[in-house]
């Protein structure tokens, strides 16, 4: 992975950090953290960042979230640091703006989460995203996340696990108005196969460079590696 790229560009990655259980059963948190400092991201956006039963408290807790230099959008309450666990970090003078939900359909309770972000490319929408394990249900998930990308007064990132592993164009046609990036493989973390985790963005901006990074800890901290993309304006 190259290093932090140039000023007129912010990095994004996305990250399902499986509640901060890594491949050797351990619940370890700052290694998670060590994670996303390698990445030398500006907004990182988490998937299963909170624990799976009510009142679902935050698996990466907030304290050591802002030890780290990251700050969270309060997306969920009651101690947790999402919603549905999807969660959004930021750092490097990126400011929040606006936050909210997107809830989602299907049979799952799964549901997104939207940040407008100032960045050094200006007004920036993100979206954060797990999508469901049925086909029907991500398709469904997807007409839902095009309507809500379709905005005139930012540029827009959708990013997540999208549980997609077909390399072929499955989704990408119900959103027209993305570039899905080239999908990699990113699950499982010690053999990587299945490109689950993507990054898509408008036509306000391009991708100048994208991968998976595998760096230590990674291929241990999670189950899925994370994906990153340094993105610019047009």
Known sequence: MPEKSLPDTMRIATYNIQKCVGMDLRRRPERILQVLEGLKADVAVLQEADKRLP???AALPHFLVEETGWQA???GGAGSLGWHGNAVLYRNG?????KGHIALPGLEPRGAVWVELETALGPVRVIGAHLGLTGRARREQMHTLARAAK???AAVVLAGDFNEWSRTQV???IAPALTF???RPSFPALR???PLDRIAHCKRLKAVAHGVHGKRPA???SDHLPVWADLRAV
């Open 151 to 153: 905005r005139d007064d």
């Open 171 to 173: 989704l990408e046609h």
């Open 219 to 221: 291929h241990i901290a």
């Open 181 to 183: 990036l080239p999908p």
């Open 94 to 98: 990126v400011q929040l703006r606006a």
């Open 55 to 57: 009142p679902r408290p």
């Open 73 to 75: 959008a309060d997306l």
């Open 192 to 194: 990587p196969l299945g």
